[in-house]
């Protein structure tokens, strides 16, 4: 499956920004899905991942509380609800996939079927 993130911008703290991740060429439903983010100068981390069908999610720290990750299996899209947003939530986002694994597992799994180009976000202070 290919994976295409957007929304990304940039955005004053405490505001909010949705991003959205397609997928095209496969069958969605059988991805669990994830996003991460990486900082400038800093290592890519995770930020959430979602079931294959959407009813369960798990968050890192950075995600807990102020994101929301959910997902629209009839039209192969993940999205990253980001509220209450501060200047060090300032990445690169990404989404990914593996097949046939958990929320909590896109935490873990060293390697993933499909990555997406990043999108970023900028939050100023």
């Known amino acids: 499956v290919q994976l295409q993130a957007s929304g990304g911008g940039a955005v004053q703290a405490g505001g909010s920004l949705r991003l959205s991740c397609a997928a095209s060429?496969?069958?969605?439903?059988?991805?669990?899905m994830g996003w991460f983010r990486q900082a400038p100068g800093k290592e890519r981390e995770f930020v959430g991942g979602?079931?294959?069908?959407?009813?369960?999610?798990y968050y890192s720290d950075s995600g807990k509380g102020r994101f929301t990750i959910s997902r629209d299996n009839a039209k192969n899209t993940v999205y990253l609800e980001m509220n209450s947003l501060k200047p060090e939530d300032t990445a690169v986002y990404y989404c990914?996939?593996?097949?046939?694994?958990?929320?909590?597992?896109?935490?873990?799994?060293?390697?993933?079927?499909?990555w997406g180009k990043g999108t970023l976000v900028t939050v100023s202070s």
């Open positions: 979602i079931s294959m069908s959407g009813d369960r999610t």
């Open positions: 060429g496969g069958a969605f439903s059988i991805y669990a």
């Open positions: 990914a996939s593996r097949r046939l694994t958990t929320a909590q597992a896109m935490g873990v799994v060293t390697h993933m079927d499909s």
